[in-house]
Each structure stands twice: as structure tokens, then as C-alpha cells.
């Protein structure tokens, strides 16, 4: 992953996490979610940084942040990370976008730790139920016998499964970043560990409160997404108040790689 540099480090809970603060501008945070990294944001982070102070950093157990074993990496402590990483950066009113687990690691933080932001842009998020792919349930289910795959078997079933969230075909070479730190004894236990975790009662304890969002709301779901059906993301525009919803074509559940000069439109139309 050196050609996405972290070059920062928080300790959270005594483990380390990775970040970078580029740009210049009022600021930006950019939460990613899973099985990926704040890598997500390589096409994007550039463009908004022109205008903005922009925030970005690895969920814990993912990407460069700390890995290890018994680590809880859930639903559940990823928002205090978050309100942690914002009060660290001294941030008490940021816009924020997010992806996927990113996006329900923002309502939580927003809902139950009581952070503030000016904006908020939702990016196929994972908020509604029912959530959790077929692939994901049943890897929970049989979670042992996945960590002790053959490392070229892994291999393959992560770049198989990150290739389920791209509309577009994907060369090999782009795909590698997404799947490199999830390779080795360390990462491909971590890619067991994180979807061991999936838990929806982490969402079922903030959805009945989407109506009392205190930002204004903009939700932007690729009308390709294999991952969460459209339909899921017009269910989450109903239940908040205002919400904007944009539906992306030709764009998957990785929008970022779909098609990223729409985050990146929508995002300057949306923050200015």
C-alpha cells in the first residue's frame, strides 16, 4: 500500500490507526467501509483537497491500522473511533462522506456519541435491514474453516469478492491495493475476524432514530450495487427527513471506482 501513504498514527484503545490530513480549506472527513480501506478514496481525496482540509484514515483492522488477534473490530467500536479520531483532530463540525460500514460508522457516532456535522453524504451505506450477503453469511457461519484456507485459495475468494462490488471489469493491477492487506497470516486472519463481527443489531439500534439527523443528508447509490439493492437506499432517503437521493448509473456498490467524477460532482454542488 505504499503508493497510498498514512503517514499519521492515533492509538485507540492501545492500537494503532492509520491516517493523513491533506489539503487546505474547511474540513472534510471521508470514512470507508468494508472489506476495504480509506484506499477507496485514492481517485477523490485529490480533487476535494483542492478546496478542503481532507481527513482520512484506516478503520480499525483494516488496511494499514493495526491487525491482531481477538481484536474487536465491529460495527460497535468503530463509531468511538471515529468520535475519538474527531476530537483528535479538533474537528467539532466536519462534513462527512461515507461509504458502506463507513456509513453506519458515521450515524452511529453522530446518533449515540453525540458528534456533530455540518453534512453528512452517504454512499451505499450499510443502514437498513436486512444487510449481509449470501458470501456473508456464510463465512459466519463457517468461520473456522475459511480462516484456514490455503493462502492462494484466500487470495482468490478476496479478489473475487472485491470484484462483486465493481460494476466495471477491473484489471488485476487495480485491484490489488484492495486485496494486499488482507493476504498473509495477519490479513487473512483480520478478513475472517471483520466479517465474523457483522452484526445488524448494530444498525437495528440507530435506524427507528434516522428521523432526528441533525444535518442535512445526501444519499448517492450506484443503481448497479449487487451488494444492497437500490430499493434499500430509497428506503433509507424516506426515513430521513429532507434527504436528497441520487441514484448513480453504470456504478456498483464500490462507487469509487464505478464512478468517482460522480462522488466527487456531487460532493462540491453538495458542500458549496
Known amino acids: 500500500m505504499q503508493t497510498w501513504p498514512l503517514p499519521e498514527s492515533y492509538t485507540f484503545r492501545d492500537q494503532a490507526v492509520r491516517f493523513n490530513v491533506s489539503g487546505n480549506g474547511p474540513p472534510l472527513v471521508l470514512v470507508h467501509g468494508t472489506p476495504f480501506s480509506s484506499y477507496v478514496w485514492h481517485r477523490i481525496a485529490p480533487h476535494l483537497a ?5 481527513y482520512y484514515y484506516d478503520l480499525l483492522g483494516y488496511g494499514q491500522s493495526e491487525q ?9 467500536v468503530q463509531n468511538a473511533l471515529l468520535a475519538e479520531l474527531l476530537a483528535h483532530w479538533q474537528l467539532t463540525s466536519p462534513d462527512v462522506i461515507a461509504h458502506d460500514f463507513g456509513g453506519a460508522t458515521s450515524l ?5 456519541d453525540g458528534c456533530d456535522y455540518r453534512s453528512l453524504t452517504l454512499i451505499d451505506p450499510v443502514a437498513v435491514a436486512p444487510w449481509g450477503s449470501p458470501f456473508v453469511r456464510h463465512v459466519r457461519e463457517h468461520g473456522d474453516a475459511f480462516a484456514g484456507l490455503p493462502p492462494y485459495i484466500h487470495e482468490a475468494v478476496v479478489k473475487a469478492y472485491v470484484r462483486g462490488a465493481i460494476a466495471r471489469e477491473i484489471p488485476d493491477d487495480e ?13 487473512q486472519a483480520a478478513f475472517y475476524r471483520q466479517i465474523a463481527q457483522m452484526d445488524q443489531r448494530y444498525t437495528d439500534e440507530v435506524e427507528a432514530r434516522y428521523p432526528q439527523l441533525r444535518c442535512p443528508v445526501q444519499i448517492l447509490w450506484g443503481e448497479e450495487d449487487q451488494w444492497i439493492p437500490l430499493a434499500r437506499g430509497r428506503q433509507l432517503a424516506a426515513a430521513i427527513p429532507e434527504a436528497r437521493f441520487q441514484a448513480v448509473p453504470k456504478a456498483g456498490h464500490l462507487m469509487q471506482e464505478d464512478a468517482p467524477e460522480a462522488i466527487v460532482a456531487a460532493a462540491l454542488l453538495w458542500l458549496d
Open 175 to 187: 485491484l490489488a491495493p484492495y486485496v494486499t492487506p488482507w493476504l498473509g497470516a495477519t490479513g
Open 68 to 76: 491482531r488477534d481477538g481484536q474487536d473490530v465491529s460495527l460497535g
Open 108 to 112: 452511529r457516532a453522530h446518533l449515540i
Open 50 to 54: 483542492q478546496t478542503r482540509t481532507v
